[in-house]
């Protein structure tokens, strides 16, 4: 059974803080996902890493893929209050589904 | 475009009574997706469609039913609800492998059906 943990479970931060969160796995992934879910809305997708070693930058957000791809992080920088939400990983599963991580909750305070 | 959209948003459910959950995509994607999110546990797949007329059982489908009668639409059934079925319900679509390079995994979500069962 592929699982992905994701940490730290929660974070709460100061604006202008730097953080990494983590997404880890014993299985290969074809590729992985990154989504941001704000309360009361549905998962949003960030970005999809598919190579080894790939670095993806999107504005102060930078999303690394393992070079053995069984794990990737999310790096913010200078965070701000518009960061905060729940960042979900995804790795392809197989069959075009997908297997979520269970998620990091980002607080960032003013 | 609407993108994915459910029906209802909230519903408060008595335990053995039914229901059913809409979802609608206009993005002619292929695939289609019912999750349920519990919290600390993340997004677990119920059931998923590949196509018009298929469905297949995902993680946790024990107490569900669904259907794809139309390309646009995903239906989830409960027909007898319980307690353990509270939590909030989403659906999501993707391409399949019928989309652009490298965007088969992707998926897009609709805004999610709370649902609680008494």
């Known amino acids: 059974t592929q699982l992905l943990e994701q940490s730290p479970q929660f974070l709460s931060i100061q604006e202008g803080e730097n953080l990494t969160v983590y997404c880890n796995s014993s299985?290969?992934?074809?590729?992985l996902q990154w989504y941001r879910q704000e309360p009361g809305e549905g998962p949003v997708l960030l970005v999809t890493v598919v190579t080894g070693g790939e670095v993806k930058k999107l504005k102060r957000l930078t999303f690394q893929f393992g070079d053995a791809r069984k794990d990737s992080s999310l790096h913010i920088t200078a965070a701000q209050p518009g960061d905060t939400g729940l960042y979900l990983c995804?790795?392809?599963?197989?069959?075009?589904?997908?297997?979520f991580g269970a998620g990091t909750r980002l607080a960032v305070h003013p | 475009n609407a993108g994915v959209t459910q029906t209802p948003k909230f519903r408060v459910l008595k335990t053995g009574q039914s229901m059913t959950l809409l979802c609608a995509q206009d993005m002619n994607h292929e695939y289609m997706y019912w999750y349920r999110q519990d919290p600390g546990m993340g997004l677990r797949l119920i059931h998923y469609s590949v196509g018009e007329g298929t469905t297949a059982k995902g993680e946790v489908p024990d107490g569900y039913n669904v259907s794809r009668l139309k390309k646009q639409n995903f239906l989830l059934g409960l027909e007898s609800a319980a307690p353990s079925q509270t939590s909030v319900y989403f659906c999501?679509?993707?391409?399949?492998?019928?989309?652009?390079?490298?965007?088969?995994?992707?998926?897009?979500f609709g805004p999610g059906t709370r649902l609680t069962v008494t």
């Open positions: 999501a679509s993707s391409y399949g492998d019928r989309g652009p390079p490298g965007s088969s995994y992707e998926q897009y």
């Open positions: 995804a790795g392809a599963g197989g069959y075009n589904k997908l297997i």
């Open positions: 299985s290969v992934f074809s590729s």
